[in-house]
């Protein structure tokens, strides 16, 4: 099996244990879509916003001695966006609507991210 077809199937499996996700998206730690559930006219702004906001967490946590950064949260009033780490290339992005379990979400997440850190 491909890399890619590898990397689809923990999506889509993450999306059958999270139905409610509305985005999921790998992105490198330069912003570019490596993997995506759908093909939404925004993936290439999400992957890019991923990375930043990832970035911008690594430097927070850097300079405010927190150790590696394990997650980026962003809640709204509508929608909850969430970053999570897969070693130093890349990026795992969430979006879900507000109201979402949180909790379950990280546990999901977080070993989805494990996946996909041995895969690339």
């Given amino acids: 099996m491909s890399k890619k077809e590898q990397l689809q199937n923990i999506l889509n499996q993450l999306k059958s244990a999270l139905p409610e996700l509305r985005e999921v998206i ?22 890019a916003m991923a ?26 009033s509508q929608a909850s966006f969430i970053a999570y780490a897969i ?3 890349a990026v795992l992005a969430l979006t879900m609507p507000a109201g979402s379990n949180i909790g379950l979400v990280r546990l999901e ?12």
């Fill in 109 to 120: 997440a977080q070993d989805a991210a494990q996946q996909l850190a041995q895969v690339l």
């Fill in 51 to 76: 990375a930043t906001a990832h970035g911008l967490g690594k430097r927070i946590a850097t300079t405010s001695h927190l150790g590696e950064p394990m997650e980026t949260v962003i809640i709204g």
């Fill in 87 to 89: 070693g130093d290339k």
């Fill in 26 to 47: 790998v992105a490198s730690a330069d912003g570019l879509p490596i993997a995506q559930l759908g093909e939404g006219e925004t993936s290439s702004r999400v992957a």
